[in-house]
């Protein structure tokens, strides 16, 4: 009960920094963008350090998370507050990152508790395609593709993601590798999506995320435990 509480306070002292950083603006998507995307990863990875047994591997974890919540908070007060100094995409490509490592948290305590605590796969599916859906649109959103053409695609991947999701809960695998997989396909999704919106859908990237895409598959099946 008291770690517990002690992430409940952490999450919520985190989410009014950032809500003040934003300027206290809820009317706007701009705010639970900027706001929600750290809390999430916050709440991930508390739920992933759950799942940690060593102590060194906690730490580790807790010492990666500040650090990327404070590099996120520096370029969120820069967007913000000193838009001369902000960086032209810098907050598109690290919440790229941030969403995909959430995708990786939550997924592994997903799988972790549904194991563990034998959770009905319904419910593990619909917590994880509301996380998936915010984390899709918004990558979207600070991408700057319009709303409509967006939530279409939004729609569409969270319903593939789940789907995919409650599949490889079948598998013989171990969480990590379960979750891995999911963060894999949110990543080539969300690049070949963010790149066709962008015009920058050419012969390259896609053999890229394709060459990228196949060949962590393969590693991942090659390495993993099958029981």
Not at 125 to 141: D, H, K, N
């Amino acid at each position: 009960l008291p770690v517990l509480s002690g992430m409940a306070l952490t999450a919520a002292l985190v989410a009014g920094l950032y809500a003040r950083l934003c300027r206290l603006s809820p009317k706007s998507f701009q705010f639970w963008y900027l706001t929600g995307t750290p809390v999430t990863f916050l709440l991930s990875s508390f739920g992933f350090l759950l799942l940690l047994e060593r102590p060194g591997e906690r730490w580790v974890l807790a010492a990666v998370t500040s650090l990327l919540l404070f590099l996120f908070g520096e370029l969120v007060f820069a967007y913000v507050h000193v838009p001369a100094t902000y960086r032209a995409y810098s907050i598109e490509h690290l919440s790229l990152g941030l969403n995909v490592l959430t995708t990786f948290f939550l997924s592994s305590f997903m799988f972790g508790t549904g194991m563990f605590l034998q959770l009905p796969l319904w419910l593990s599916s619909a917590t994880f395609a509301s996380c998936v859906a915010f984390i899709m649109f918004g990558t979207l959103w600070v991408s700057k593709v319009a709303v409509r053409p967006a939530l279409a695609y939004t729609l569409a991947g969270t319903a593939l993601a789940t789907e995919l999701f409650a599949v490889i809960s079948y598998l013989p695998t171990g969480y990590y590798v379960d979750a891995a997989l999911i963060s894999l396909f949110l990543y080539v999704f969300l690049g070949l999506t963010r790149a066709r919106f962008l015009d920058k859908m050419t012969r390259t990237v896609v053999t890229r995320y394709s060459a990228v895409g196949s060949g962590l598959f393969l590693l991942l099946m090659g390495t993993a435990r099958w029981t």
